[in-house]
């Protein structure tokens, strides 16, 4: 079986390598566009603040392994133009000599990423202005701060991406704006865990500019919509990722509700014999069963497990999503599985709420923490939609509890009959998981 697989980040790598240990025989071709393969892109802003000392250490492996270690044809700098389903074959060029060639296949699969949303400024001149998805991103941005010793700079959002690289900058002793347009960060956990991080980030001199917009700029100076202008030595934007579907589209294969390209339970789009994972797959989401895209390194890998197990014969159907994540903001920890309030209201899902603050585990032992936690389920069935956390310590194992019950359909009621771990460090006789399960009403 020949196999072709376009883009060599995260998913792209991950499927070759579990393609072949599933198929040994098969001959396998990676191609991407950069000159590195299987890095870490979640790792990034933490190389920034210098938490990780080398950005070599996102790199797993390295193209040299692919051909030698794994017999994985890596094609490096190079880009697929274009498909023609009809021959099942693809155009490719080498961006560096500009060569085009065709290769056929018998399989394909497209983990082509996304790129970076790049706001548009008036006025932005000579002023820096960074985006931070590629390892060849990461790299300008430390070659500017090396050469150049910024003192401020000002951060566009408040995602996931936004508030990391806010926390790096920080660390690294530049005074740092954060410009978001909606009233607070994180707008996709409830209010009341983001009004945590808001404080955290307050507390550690992030400076907020809420509601508001660069409308110009001068200079370094950014003219502000809401008429408090300040200056910067530059910018970090971190506005949203845009799937890369354009060689899907052009194939004629469809595109979704949310601007990926749909596929089925085993990863195939509407041509059997192309597959898509990462973040340019549509799937769906674990509670509505509506379409989801969910732009996370877990997911990536799950699909690249579910395409080996497919390729090989021996079909697994890939779950709903639930979107399980978690970031780190200086002393806090922050994470949510399934749906928000607010995401639950959007879809006219009724719902309660039940709420627990607490210790981490034992108050008596000296390293102990603080957190808060929010599970939404239905008041009838009792099913568990959602969850959030934060705290600076412990949060991780709640949150990971909870996601595992969403998928064992374990109801708000049995958090309290789970029997987990206790000891003093860890956590208390009765877990803040049990406390949820006998405080839901």
Not at 373 to 392: K, M, N, T
Request: proline share 4%; charged share 25%.
């Amino acid at each position: 079986m020949k196999i072709i697989i376009v883009g060599a980040i995260a998913g792209g790598s991950t499927v070759a390598s579990q393609i072949r240990r599933a198929i040994p025989e098969s001959e396998i071709t990676l191609v991407g566009r950069e000159a590195d393969i299987g890095y870490g892109t979640c790792g990034m802003p933490y190389v920034i603040g210098g938490l990780i000392s080398d950005s070599a250490k996102l790199v797993g492996t390295t193209p040299e392994d692919f051909i030698e270690e794994r017999n994985i044809n890596t094609l490096v700098r190079h880009e697929v133009l274009s498909i023609n389903r009809t021959h099942k074959t693809v155009e490719i060029s080498n961006l560096e000599t500009k060569e085009r060639f065709t290769e056929s296949y018998d399989k394909l699969i497209l983990s082509p990423g996304g790129f970076s949303r790049v706001p548009e400024f008036k006025g932005l001149g000579d002023l820096p202005l960074f985006t931070l998805k590629t390892l060849s991103d990461l790299e300008k941005v430390l070659e500017y701060i090396e050469k150049e010793k910024p003192a401020s700079c000002a951060v566009i959002g408040g995602g996931f991406i936004g508030i990391e690289l806010a926390e790096n900058f920080i660390h690294l002793g530049l005074k740092t704006a954060l410009i978001e347009r909606n009233d607070r960060v994180m707008k996709i956990m409830d209010v009341e865990i983001t009004d945590i991080l808001n404080k955290e980030m307050e507390d550690n001199g992030v400076e907020f500019y809420f509601e508001d917009a660069i409308e110009r700029i001068e200079g370094n100076k950014l003219i502000m919509k809401n008429g408090v202008n300040f200056e910067v030595d530059f910018i970090a934007a971190s506005v949203g990722i845009i799937p890369e579907t354009q060689l899907a589209s052009d194939a004629g294969l469809s595109i979704g509700s949310t601007k990926g390209i749909i596929v089925n339970r085993y990863m195939q789009t509407d041509d059997p014999d192309i597959y898509t994972i990462g973040d340019a797959a549509e799937c769906t989401d674990w509670v509505t069963g509506k379409p989801k895209r969910v732009q996370l390194a877990w997911h990536a890998h799950r699909a690249a497990y579910i395409v080996s197990r497919h390729l090989a014969g021996n079909p697994i159907e890939i779950n709903g999503f639930l979107g399980t994540t978690i970031t780190k903001l200086f002393s806090l920890t922050a994470a949510m599985t399934g749906h928000s309030a607010k995401s639950l209201t959007e879809e006219g899902i009724a719902f309660k709420t039940v709420t627990h603050d607490g210790r981490s585990n034992a108050g008596y032992y000296p390293d102990h923490g603080t957190l808060h936690l929010r599970v939404h389920y239905d008041g009838e069935s009792r099913r568990i939609l959602g969850a959030q956390g934060v705290g600076d310590k412990g949060v991780n194992k709640r949150i990971d509890i909870l996601a595992t019950a969403m998928m064992g359909n374990i109801t708000v009621d049995d958090l309290s009959a789970l029997e987990l771990a206790y000891s003093p460090p860890y956590s208390s006789p009765k877990d803040p998981i049990n406390m949820l399960g006998y405080k839901a009403k």
